[in-house]
């Protein structure tokens, strides 16, 4: 691993399905994010944790949850997916603090369409 | 609200010079940060600019006006892999990052 990994690359789903997207980091970055990245719009924060064993909400966190357990991984799951939820999701990363802070590393991105 | 304006597309030629805009109005201003993103790819990390002027990097540079809410992506000598959207995005109050939706630039030969 070297980076961020995401999976799955592609998803198709039906409506009214639990979904996880998995994220996970190898730079033992403090803080990491989900976004959503929708076609006209510019990227937007789902939810965030600036540490291990914290989380917090974005700009559009409805519908969506997320865990901290350990440095490396913060999984994104949609309990109940509807159709407004398609879209491609991007797990980031950062160092916390001088320079890093802020600097996102990226995810290559999961393409969720539900159907 | 908070608000980054940029151009939706732009067209320019292999070899010559572009320059991207951003406008913004936030909630408090902690640093402005330019990112390249590739078609079908994830944003990577290109510049940072928190005081007012210019930061060279190589054939990128970037501007800051903190009192006029502006700032610019300068591209020197293009080259055909330079076709990416570019994307704007200021730190706020809250030390959040709010994202414009993106310059997509078309370079042709």
């Known amino acids: 691993i070297a980076g961020i990994t995401q999976a799955p690359t592609s998803q198709i789903l039906a409506a009214g399905r639990r979904m996880t997207l998995r994220c996970t980091q190898d730079m033992r970055h403090n803080a990491m994010y989900w976004y959503r990245q929708d076609l006209g719009l510019g990227l937007r924060l789902i939810h965030y944790?600036?540490?291990?064993?914290?989380?917090g909400k974005g700009e559009v966190p409805d519908g969506y949850s997320v865990s901290r357990a350990n440095t490396d991984d913060f999984p994104l799951t949609l309990a109940s997916a509807v159709p407004s939820q398609t879209s491609v999701y991007f797990c980031?990363?950062?160092?916390?603090?001088?320079?890093?802070?802020?600097?996102?590393?990226f995810g290559a991105g999961s393409r969720l369409t539900v159907l | 609200g908070q608000n980054i304006d940029q151009p939706t597309e732009m067209t320019a030629t292999e070899g010559a010079i572009v320059q991207i805009n951003c406008t913004y109005q936030?909630?408090?201003?902690?640093?402005l940060f330019w990112y390249q993103q590739h078609a079908g790819e994830a944003p990577t990390f290109l510049s940072y600019n928190v005081l007012d002027g210019l930061e060279e990097k190589g054939r990128f540079s970037s501007f800051l006006s903190r009192s006029k809410g502006y700032s610019y992506l300068l591209l020197k000598e293009l080259q055909m892999k330079d076709s990416a959207s570019y994307l704007c995005a200021v730190r706020d109050s809250n030390y959040q990052l709010i994202w414009g939706a993106g310059t997509k630039l078309i370079i042709k030969p």
């Open positions: 936030t909630s408090g201003f902690n640093g």
């Open positions: 944790s600036n540490t291990a064993g914290t989380t």
């Open positions: 980031a990363s950062s160092g916390t603090g001088g320079a890093g802070a802020n600097v996102l590393t």
